[in-house]
């Protein structure tokens, strides 16, 4: 091993905050990845002391890009302590305004982070080239804007539920604070059709049935074949096929879900997609025990307090920026001890996507079924909110309200669009005693563990190719991506 | 004339504010800035370079092979622990983001804070401060910050403050298009630094709920349609910003959406000393009266109108939906 050479790579934009990743690389593969989030901000010390409800206000502004998911977080934690739960209408516009936020995520790391990079000039030779640097070139690909503009129209939606995006306080333990009449729901399904539109012509060029209805990825190729440059997702299939993505970066082979868009009481389901941990190695669906997540801090800058790992309900964080042996503020989340990966494809795999199975069951969890789950889920949540929003019954109540207990405890978990978001909190006297976040990157990016066990992050770069005189190895980029990282949820 | 180049770098924030800048009201936003002499250098969610490619580019424009017209920073500036700045170090440098900035700023024609994080520490320095989060040139309402109360750009602005958590997009599109246009000067910004063409305005300006908020019609609970001033914690008439004129993402603003405002536009609006969502009073008056009016009106003000209170009105102010619809006259209007 005389040969190794060590990368500092950084720092990664089009991500959401700051990252950086140590590779140890040796006969143009990377051996070993040390990655580390750069910045602290501490959310969980500035929410302790303060009047529980404070936190509607403080924890969305942990992310700008997933605030929304971080706000129903802590909604839900508030309402667990409190012993509420909001009524259909409630429930049916919290949905809606998290299945905008995580689908306008899925739009924009799809056109906006991660096909840009497939725009630069190591790839000038490829036959699909300059078709996709027409379409995805940074600030200038015709469809990347497009995709803008689609977003934005997008986000008026949430503008109408919420108030504003990001940075909303609608979502409450209770419900939304925002009733909507039954004009403005029209033209909500109105704004939802504009973006369906946008995904059948843009992204998919085909219905959005056709593309969530594809059973396996022979029925997949052979969409693929019929029309391979139609729509975007037909366009990334053949660069994924001539790349071989479906062979960089493999996960864990254990996916985490904690259960997306909590349906009302006596809707038949509690979620529309579903909870569990997928394990590829057994093909099955299994219950999560959520006593078995831990924290643990032993290569975090944080002081341990005697116990290297926590259960979150019993966390803490305290920085020591002097640790021996730590290279990154954020923690390692374990679930019974073992790493996991979350994310749109920990959903599709919960919720039965055959798909997405069936492309994990042949390659596992790699940069293509990633996007490709991102992709998958759009088709899937756009008709589903449209059901929702038919749901909506005007002049029925949309927010209860109740008075919190001076003592109490409360759970909140949801799905972000990076995967599982859990919230823990304690009220002691009418304040919050203790406050603790576990974020999806900070399962999907988390550093060692105390048995020396690599984050899934790190074991995914591990054999990751890179060319020489690389200063950021393209490969790097795209297994990065393919996770779309959040760092400031990841270190809040 | 030549375009603003524009760099754009994170600091101690949530990325909220870049997150909302891209949801300006434009049909194409690229060519949207590139009409208005507007080029981004660089900006983290829209860029295509990454790592030594932007820190070649930094380099660039400190030692003036890059000309830098504004330099914009979003989020706080982390000073800790002790001063290190070692809370955030950027990326692939190793070096502290404070030292980066600091630099930077000394060769920008134009430093703008992107936020209230940059402006005035905002949510990041709330509480105990774990990270000794300052803004550029304020710390809340002290001037000072990372740069110093003197600082001035070398256009010869002090820090222009973009203040909101989130700012709104046009708030930061419109001033990048005045620097372009060369019709931004010192008279342009108020006591704090920020924009006067947003800073001159309330959040009271076109609220919807000004019906209420004139009888006194309070709202008592989350998603009533009532005036959130009295008991809800709504700082709309004292707080700085268009947000009721100039919407957000369509047809939204934290009063329509159905919560307080508060006054995210303000230096300290992280420790407001109270439970946002509740109103301090003193014998059943709030502490913190409209902007601009004396106490004695407000009390004389507030009772004549409640007992004035229309039946509608008063009904209406405590349901989340319109429950009294405004009567129908058997006669024309006069």
């Given at each position: 091993?005389?040969?190794?050479t060590?990368?500092?790579?950084?720092?990664?934009n089009?991500?959401e905050g700051d990252l950086?990743?140590?590779?140890?690389v040796?006969e143009?593969?990377?051996?070993?990845?040390?990655?580390?989030?750069p910045?602290?901000?501490?959310?969980?010390?500035m929410?302790?002391?303060?009047?529980?409800?404070?936190?509607?206000?403080?924890?969305?502004?942990?992310?700008?890009?997933?605030?929304v998911?971080?706000?129903?977080?802590?909604a839900?934690?508030?309402?667990?302590a409190?012993?509420?739960?909001a009524?259909?209408?409630?429930a049916?516009?919290?949905?809606?305004?998290l299945?905008?936020?995580?689908?306008?995520?899925?739009?924009?790391?799809?056109?906006?982070?991660f096909?840009?990079?497939?725009?630069?000039p190591?790839?000038?030779?490829?036959?699909w080239?300059a078709?996709?640097?027409?379409?995805?070139?940074?600030?200038?690909?015709?469809?990347?804007r497009?995709?803008?503009?689609?977003?934005q129209?997008?986000?008026?939606?949430?503008?109408?539920l919420?108030?504003?995006w990001?940075h909303?306080?609608?979502?409450?333990p209770?419900?939304s604070?925002?009733?909507i009449?039954?004009?403005?729901?029209l033209?909500?399904?109105?704004?939802?059709?504009?973006?369906?539109?946008?995904?059948?012509?843009?992204?998919f060029?085909a219905?959005?049935?056709?593309?969530?209805?594809?059973?396996d990825e022979?029925?997949?190729?052979?969409?693929?074949?019929?029309d391979?440059?139609?729509g975007?997702?037909?366009?990334?299939?053949?660069?994924?096929a001539?790349?071989?993505?479906?062979?960089?970066?493999?996960?864990?082979?254990?996916?985490?879900s904690?259960?997306?868009?909590?349906?009302?009481?006596g809707?038949?389901?509690?979620?529309?997609?579903?909870?569990?941990?997928w394990?590829?190695a057994?093909?099955?669906l299994?219950?999560?025990?959520?006593?078995?997540?831990?924290?643990d801090?032993?290569?975090a800058?944080?002081?341990?307090?005697?116990h290297?790992q926590?259960?979150?309900?019993m966390?803490l964080?305290?920085p020591?920026?002097?640790?021996?042996?730590?290279?990154?503020?954020?923690?390692?989340?374990?679930?019974?001890?073992q790493?996991?990966?979350t994310?749109a494809i920990a959903?599709?795999?919960a919720?039965?996507?055959?798909?997405?199975?069936?492309?994990v069951?042949?390659?596992?969890?790699?940069?293509?079924t990633?996007?490709?789950?991102?992709?998958?889920e759009?088709?899937?949540?756009?008709?589903?909110?449209a059901?929702?929003?038919?749901?909506?019954?005007?002049r029925?109540?949309?927010?209860?309200?109740?008075p919190?207990?001076?003592?109490?405890?409360?759970?909140?978990?949801?799905?972000a669009?990076?995967g599982a978001l859990?919230?823990?909190?304690?009220?002691e006297r009418?304040r919050?005693a203790g406050?603790?976040i576990?974020a999806?990157?900070?399962?999907?990016?988390?550093?060692?563990?105390?048995?020396?066990?690599?984050?899934?992050?790190?074991?995914?770069?591990?054999g990751?190719?890179v060319?020489p005189?690389e200063a950021?190895?393209v490969?790097?980029q795209?297994?990065?991506?393919?996770f779309?990282?959040?760092m400031?949820c990841t270190?809040? | 004339?030549?375009?603003?180049?524009v760099?754009?770098?994170q600091?101690?924030?949530?990325g909220?504010?870049?997150?909302?800048?891209l949801?300006?009201?434009?049909?194409?936003?690229?060519a949207?800035l590139?009409a208005?002499g507007?080029?981004?250098?660089?900006?983290?969610?829209?860029?295509?370079?990454?790592?030594?490619?932007?820190i070649s580019?930094l380099?660039d424009?400190?030692a003036?092979?890059q000309r830098?017209?504004?330099?914009?920073i979003?989020?706080?500036?982390l000073?800790?622990?002790?001063?290190?700045?070692?809370?955030?170090?950027?990326?692939g440098?190793?070096?502290?983001?404070?030292e980066?900035v600091?630099?930077l700023?000394?060769?920008?024609?134009?430093?703008?804070?992107v936020?209230?994080?940059a402006?005035?520490?905002?949510i990041?320095a709330?509480g105990?401060?774990?990270?000794?989060?300052c803004?550029?040139q304020?710390?809340?309402?002290?001037?000072?910050?990372?740069l110093?109360?003197?600082?001035?750009?070398?256009?010869?602005?002090?820090?222009?403050n973009i203040?909101?958590?989130?700012?709104?997009?046009g708030?930061?599109?419109?001033?990048?298009m005045?620097?372009?246009?060369?019709?931004?000067g010192?008279?342009?910004?108020d006591?704090?630094?920020r924009?006067?063409?947003y800073?001159?305005q309330l959040?009271h300006?076109g609220?919807t709920?000004?019906?209420?908020?004139?009888f006194?019609?309070?709202?008592?609970?989350?998603?009533?349609?009532?005036?959130?001033?009295?008991?809800l914690g709504?700082?709309?008439?004292q707080?700085h910003?268009?947000?009721?004129t100039?919407?957000?993402n369509?047809?939204?603003s934290?009063t329509?959406?159905?919560?307080?405002?508060?006054s995210?536009?303000?230096?300290?609006?992280q420790?407001?000393g109270?439970?946002?969502?509740?109103?301090?009073?003193?014998?059943?008056?709030?502490?913190?009266?409209?902007?601009?009016m004396?106490?004695?009106w407000?009390?004389a003000?507030?009772s004549l109108?409640?007992?004035?209170?229309?039946?509608?009105?008063k009904h209406?102010?405590?349901a989340?939906?319109?429950?009294v619809a405004?009567?129908?006259?058997?006669?024309?209007l006069?």
């Amino acid at each position: 091993m005389s040969d190794v050479t060590r990368l500092v790579v950084g720092p990664f934009n089009r991500v959401e905050g700051d990252l950086e990743v140590r590779l140890d690389v040796a006969e143009g593969r990377v051996t070993r990845a040390e990655v580390n989030a750069p910045m602290y901000r501490g959310f969980e010390q500035m929410l302790a002391g303060r009047p529980p409800q404070d936190a509607l206000v403080i924890v969305p502004r942990i992310c700008g890009i997933c605030s929304v998911s971080q706000s129903a977080a802590a909604a839900r934690a508030l309402a667990d302590a409190q012993g509420i739960q909001a009524p259909p209408n409630g429930a049916h516009a919290i949905n809606l305004m998290l299945a905008v936020e995580n689908l306008a995520d899925h739009l924009t790391h799809f056109y906006l982070f991660f096909m840009p990079d497939l725009t630069r000039p190591v790839y000038a030779a490829r036959p699909w080239f300059a078709e996709t640097q027409r379409r995805f070139a940074a600030g200038a690909g015709v469809h990347a804007r497009a995709a803008l503009a689609a977003r934005q129209r997008w986000f008026e939606i949430l503008g109408t539920l919420g108030g504003r995006w990001p940075h909303t306080h609608s979502l409450q333990p209770g419900g939304s604070t925002r009733a909507i009449d039954a004009a403005e729901r029209l033209r909500l399904l109105a704004r939802l059709r504009e973006f369906q539109g946008f995904l059948e012509t843009t992204l998919f060029g085909a219905p959005l049935d056709e593309v969530a209805g594809l059973a396996d990825e022979a029925a997949l190729q052979a969409w693929h074949a019929a029309d391979p440059q139609r729509g975007d997702l037909r366009l990334f299939l053949g660069i994924a096929a001539d790349l071989g993505f479906d062979r960089l970066g493999p996960g864990p082979g254990r996916y985490l879900s904690y259960g997306a868009y909590a349906q009302p009481a006596g809707a038949g389901a509690d979620f529309a997609l579903a909870r569990g941990l997928w394990n590829a190695a057994d093909g099955r669906l299994h219950p999560l025990a959520l006593n078995s997540i831990t924290e643990d801090v032993s290569h975090a800058w944080l002081a341990d307090g005697g116990h290297a790992q926590r259960h979150p309900a019993m966390g803490l964080t305290l920085p020591d920026a002097d640790k021996p042996g730590a290279y990154t503020w954020n923690k390692a989340p374990r679930l019974a001890g073992q790493v996991v990966e979350t994310g749109a494809i920990a959903r599709q795999l919960a919720s039965g996507q055959p798909l997405v199975r069936a492309a994990v069951a042949r390659c596992g969890g790699t940069v293509y079924t990633r996007v490709l789950a991102r992709l998958v889920e759009l088709a899937r949540v756009v008709p589903m909110m449209a059901g929702w929003l038919a749901a909506i019954q005007p002049r029925e109540p949309f927010c209860l309200s109740q008075p919190l207990p001076d003592e109490a405890e409360g759970v909140g978990l949801t799905e972000a669009a990076r995967g599982a978001l859990g919230h823990w909190l304690r009220v002691e006297r009418g304040r919050i005693a203790g406050y603790q976040i576990v974020a999806p990157t900070s399962w999907n990016f988390s550093p060692r563990d105390t048995a020396g066990t690599p984050g899934a992050l790190e074991a995914a770069l591990q054999g990751a190719p890179v060319q020489p005189g690389e200063a950021t190895p393209v490969a790097v980029q795209h297994i990065v991506r393919s996770f779309d990282p959040c760092m400031v949820c990841t270190v809040h | 004339m030549a375009a603003l180049k524009v760099l754009w770098l994170q600091s101690g924030g949530c990325g909220g504010c870049s997150m909302s800048l891209l949801c300006a009201d434009t049909a194409d936003f690229p060519a949207m800035l590139a009409a208005n002499g507007i080029e981004m250098l660089w900006h983290p969610a829209l860029s295509l370079a990454s790592g030594d490619e932007l820190i070649s580019l930094l380099e660039d424009c400190i030692a003036g092979r890059q000309r830098l017209d504004a330099l914009c920073i979003e989020g706080a500036l982390l000073r800790g622990p002790q001063g290190t700045g070692r809370f955030h170090l950027l990326a692939g440098t190793g070096k502290p983001m404070t030292e980066w900035v600091q630099r930077l700023a000394g060769v920008a024609t134009h430093v703008l804070a992107v936020g209230s994080c940059a402006a005035w520490g905002g949510i990041t320095a709330t509480g105990p401060n774990p990270t000794e989060a300052c803004g550029l040139q304020h710390e809340d309402d002290h001037r000072g910050g990372l740069l110093g109360a003197d600082f001035r750009a070398r256009g010869g602005l002090p820090v222009i403050n973009i203040a909101g958590c989130p700012t709104h997009p046009g708030w930061v599109l419109d001033t990048l298009m005045a620097l372009a246009a060369g019709l931004f000067g010192a008279d342009d910004l108020d006591a704090l630094g920020r924009p006067r063409f947003y800073a001159d305005q309330l959040v009271h300006h076109g609220c919807t709920r000004n019906e209420f908020y004139e009888f006194k019609a309070s709202a008592e609970k989350p998603s009533d349609l009532g005036c959130m001033m009295e008991h809800l914690g709504c700082k709309g008439t004292q707080a700085h910003a268009d947000c009721n004129t100039r919407l957000w993402n369509g047809e939204g603003s934290c009063t329509r959406g159905g919560y307080a405002c508060i006054s995210c536009t303000e230096p300290g609006f992280q420790d407001p000393g109270h439970a946002y969502h509740l109103t301090p009073k003193i014998a059943g008056i709030p502490i913190g009266l409209p902007t601009d009016m004396p106490k004695a009106w407000f009390v004389a003000l507030a009772s004549l109108s409640k007992s004035a209170t229309p039946r509608r009105v008063k009904h209406n102010a405590t349901a989340d939906h319109v429950v009294v619809a405004p009567a129908v006259k058997k006669t024309r209007l006069k």
